[in-house]
């Protein structure tokens, strides 16, 4: 059953709803050039454990060349500590608004712009951390993702586990940040995207699968906001379910994961492309479906915001 979060008297809902509100959207790049290889799920840089890092592979590699480390949490509490040597990026800088849909993810000469200025190059991997079950980490993976980059790796329990575990501490603005004006840049690089389809869905694609069945839809939203309708055909399966409920990691145990989507009709075999109100919360769904060994999983970037949007009768959404 999906765990419904509240507001008030717990830390883990009050950071998540601080989250829920944010959003993002679709990307549309008809000229951006496009890769013919799949990105392989495991296709991770040489040394990287996979797309979740355990605190202690991070403390044993901090400060090695070809290592980035990204603070995807808010200011003041980056400011206040961070990794060291980690850089910060706002969430929002990694979007902007195009017609209806907020923070649709940034067109690849922004895209290069912005993670170039964060000192990452097209040879680094790059690990992402927030205080969110990595929920804004996996946004930026998917991003990576998005643009060709594999190199990349949530640091699993994040900045709580980080400091639970007795990582290092370095406060104060320290590195890069998506905030400069680039003179304080630390380490500037040159980061050339390729824009990749296999992990990315338009509204075109998932309207398709909506008459082929051609893959699972799933909705990571909250039943609130799914009672009120979602994509016909979908199945409504809420982000946060992935999240431990004992504690900060990013994932629960892959097998209990695979055993939970099989009885609700999703499996290895499958491809699925993930949704929300605005592809905040389905990058976490695309992580763990990943990390689960999934190797078919597309993001609707456009989620919800754009589909309610594109509706043009009532048949284009399935209430309840």
Known sequence: ????????????????????????????????????????PSAVAPGLPGLLVAPEWLRE?????????????????????????????ELAALGSKVGPCDNVLL?????????????????????????QWGLAAARLLWALHRYSHAAVGVLDGGWDRWT????????????????????????????????????????????ARTRDGAAVLLDTRAPAETDRGHIPGAIVWDWFNAAPADGWNASR???ELRQEWARLGLTEDREVAVYCRSGMRAAHTYMALK????????????SWQEWSANMQSTSEATRG
């Open 253 to 255: 145990d892959p097998a």
């Open 1 to 40: 059953m999906a765990r419904v979060l509240g507001t008030e008297g717990n830390p883990r809902a009050l950071r998540t709803h601080k989250l829920h509100i944010l959003p993002t959207s679709h990307t549309h790049n008809p000229d951006a050039r496009l890769s013919k290889i799949p990105l392989d």
């Open 107 to 131: 067109a690849p000469a922004e895209f290069a712009a912005l993670v170039s200025k964060l000192g990452i190059s097209n040879a680094d991997a790059v690990i992402a951390y927030d205080d």
């Open 291 to 302: 990390h689960a060994g999934f190797a078919r999983v597309r993001l609707y970037d456009g």
């Open 164 to 207: 639970a575990e007795g990582g290092a501490v370095e406060p104060g603005s320290g590195g890069t940040s998506s905030t400069d004006d680039g003179s304080t840049a630390k380490r500037v690089t040159a980061f050339a995207p390729t824009l990749r389809d296999d992990v990315y869905a338009d509204h075109a694609w998932v309207a």
């Open 61 to 89: 590699r901090l400060g090695q060349d070809g290592v980035r480390v990204v603070d995807l949490r808010d200011a003041d509490g980056y400011a206040a500590g961070h990794v060291p040597g980690a850089t910060h990026l």
